[in-house]
């Protein structure tokens, strides 16, 4: 989108005594115009994040009946997954707290719950458990949040809410394709 182009053809049919000067101005145009490229936000580079398969983003519900709206998510390897829990219902986190969290394959889901209900001092997620993969905080009646993680190798992994009694109602596969 820079001048220099007009200005380098403007300059080119006058004399060729000031062929040299040209050059060094026209060169210095080039480098003022690569430098404000640089750090001019790019809207056409936006668009493209917006319509390729870098990224998907997810949005998934709980409420106050203990249900996420999702049972299945789908992506796809190598994608940045933006996840985003929204907690729909009005009872209080104490009461009916939710939280998402993705646990690498074949996790034995009971006895998992089992050692969350221990974690309550960190919300409920056991502190460097293996199995968990990644994890939200945990939300109260109208709170949301969004997480951002790749997508883990292909293969099918469970999400579950990791809230005492939850996770039996509270559960879906998550597949990598
Ligand atoms: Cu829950």
């Known amino acids: 989108m820079c001048a220099h182009h007009l200005l380098n053809f403007y300059l080119n049919h006058h004399s060729s005594k000031l062929h040299i000067m040209t050059t060094q101005i026209s060169a210095l145009i080039s480098l003022i115009c690569i430098f404000i490229n640089a750090f001019n936000p790019s809207i056409p580079a936006t668009i493209e994040m917006e319509n390729s398969n870098d990224k998907i983003e997810i949005v998934i519900e709980s409420n106050d009946q203990m249900r996420f709206n999702l049972s299945e998510i ?84 469970s999400f579950i809410c990791s809230f005492p009694g939850h996770y039996a109602l509270m559960q879906g596969t998550f597949t990598v394709e």
Not at 77 to 88: D, I, R, S
Not at 117 to 136: G, H, L, Q
Not at 137 to 148: D, N, R, S, V, W
């Open 74 to 157: 789908n992506v796809e390897q190598g994608q940045t997954v933006a996840l985003t829990l929204k907690h729909m219902g009005k009872l209080p986190k104490a009461a009916m707290g939710h939280n998402w969290v993705l646990l690498r394959p074949n996790t034995d889901l009971a006895s998992f719950a089992m050692s969350a209900m221990k974690a309550k001092d960190n919300e409920y997620v056991p502190v460097d458990a293996p199995e968990v993969i990644v994890n939200t905080i945990l939300l109260g009646g109208g709170e949301k949040t969004t997480i951002e993680f790749e997508a883990p190798a292909p293969g099918t992994y």
